[in-house]
């Protein structure tokens, strides 16, 4: 999307495609979320318990021997 000057503010143009999938109309009020550009979207607390309950109730067993190495996860 791009960023406009539109008086003493900037603005910015959501594509007609996208605001007709969101359902959008002039006069909307909405909510920007900043990420990474990864297409992350902010996640409901509710939503967070929902998905950690589930991740509970799997028990997922991890490999045998298997390390979690912080270094590693954290490489870039």
Known sequence: MRVTKWNDALAVQIPDDVAKSLDLKEGDEVEIAVTSGNNQR???????????????????????????????????
Do not use: H, T
């Not at 902010?42 to 967070?48: A, D, L, M, N």
């Not at 490999?63 to 490489?75: C, H, I, L, Q, V």
């Open 42 to 76: 902010p996640v409901s607390s509710e939503e967070r318990e929902k998905i950690l309950a589930y991740i509970r109730s799997q028990r997922w067993k991890l490999p045998e021997g298997w390390k979690f190495n912080r270094d590693e996860a954290n490489e870039r």
